[in-house]
C-alpha cells in the first residue's frame, strides 16, 4: 500500500493499493501527523519563498529591460548627439551649466552600469544560492535545493520541485564542479552538527587579542610618556 | 514656424509611451491573475475545503484589480459592490471567511465625497462560549495594528509568544491558554496578526490600508484556517 496524496491540506490522504486499486483512509492518528508535516512543509515553503520574494522585482525588471534600453538609448543618443554639436557652445558657458547638458546622459550611463551591476551580483552572490544540488553520484537526479527531494529529470535552465514547490536552477556547474560542490554541501552539514568546526580562526582570537591591544597599549602609553614629558620639559 | 523637430516628436512619443504603458499594464494584470489563479474565490473556497455562499467565483483576493468592477471604480451612478462569503468545517469547526468592500461616491458642485464599507475577516466558531480577547503583532509590516476592544495586557506565560504577540483580555487563565496555542500564528508574523475574540467565535481580521493586509494574509490561508479551527476548538471545544 502506498500513500496517496492529498492534494489539499484539509483532505486526509488514502492508502492505496498499487496492485488492485483498493482505497483505505489513514488511521485518524496517523493522518493527523501527516497533516502536521504537510503544514510544516506548507510554512517552510511559506517563508522560503517571503524571503526570496525581491527576486521578484529582480525578474521583474530584468524582463522589462530590453523595451527599457531601446527607450533609453534613443534618448541617450539623441543626447549624445546633442551634446556633441553644442559643445562649442558649452565650453563657453560657467561650469555648472555645461554640467547641466550631461545629466541626461549620466542618467542613461547610470540606468546601464546599474543594470550590469544588478546582473553581476546576482551572478556572484544569488546563483549559487538557487543552484540545485548535484546528484549524489553519476546516473542519479540532481536534488532539490530546498528540501533535498529529487527533481525531475528534465532538460531545461529551471525546474521546479515537486515536493516543496521551490525552482532550481540547472547549469553546468552542477555536473563540471559536483565533486566540490558535494564537498561545500557535506562542510555545510559538518558545521551545523559539529559547531566548533565552523570557524578554525576563532581559536586564534585570544592571541591575536593580546598582540592588537598590546601593541596599541604600547603605543597609547609611549604618546602619553612622550606628553607628560614635553609638560616637564616646558615647566621647568 | 520653424520648431525644432523634437517639439513635436517627443510628445507624441510621450503618448505613444503613456498607450503603450497602459496596455502592458492591463496585459501585466491578467498574467497576475492567471499567476494567482488559487486566490480566486472559487479556487481558494476548494483549496480551504470550505464552500463558497455568496459572491463571484472568480474575484481575486491577491489581485483585487482584476475584478472589473474595482479597475473601474465608483461612479455617481454605480457604486463598487463586492461581497463574498466562503463557509465550511474543514478541520472541525465551523469556518468562514467573509470580504466586503463596498465604494460610493457622491460628486457635488465642489467637492466628491467617497464612503467606503470594508470588512475582511475568517473566523472560526467555538461551540461554547469564552471570555473576550485580542492579540495583535508587536511588530507588523505597515506599523502598529489598532486595536477594537480596550483589555489590559496579560502576561501568556511562554516567552516567546509575549515577544511576538500582546495578548489583552480580563481573563489570566485565557492569557495562559493563548500562550500555547498562538505559537501556530508565528507563521503569519510577516503579514501582522489581528485576532479578536468575542465570545463565540475568534476571527483573524485584514484590512486593505494597514496590516495585516489581505494579500499578505491570505497568503498564508492554509494556515490561517488550520490555526483558527485549532484555536476555536481549544477555547471551546
Redesign the interface.
Known sequence: MAVAEAQYLHQDPELCCQYCGRREKLPNDAAERHRYLRLRLLQVSQAREATEAPLRAFKTMNDAWMPSLFLVGAMGIYQSWSFFQNWEVLIKLAPEQALFGGVPLAVMFGMLSGWLGMRRAYAKKLRPLLRARPPQAPGLAARCRNCGGELPGVRAPQVICQHCNASNLLDDALTVNAAALLQQEAQAYQQQLLPWTRDANVYQAPLRAFYLFGALGAVAALFAVAGLLLLLVRAS | MNYPF?VLIFPALAVG?MFFMRSRQKQKTSEFDQQYSNYRAGELA????LQLIKGDPAFNFMVTHANAAIARGATDKQAVHIDIELSGA??GAPLSLVYLNRQERDTGFSSTTYKTWFDCRMFATAKQSFPPFEVTSRRSPMGAIVKQQAFPEMPTGNPAVDAEFQVTTQEPGLAQLLGQVLPEFV?LS?AGVHLVGDGQRVSFIMSQTAAPLVASAL??A??M??ALSSLARRLGG
Open positions: 523634437y509611451y476548494q483549496r480551504l475545503g474543514p478541520f507563521a510577516s497568503y498564508h492554509e494556515v484556517s488550520h
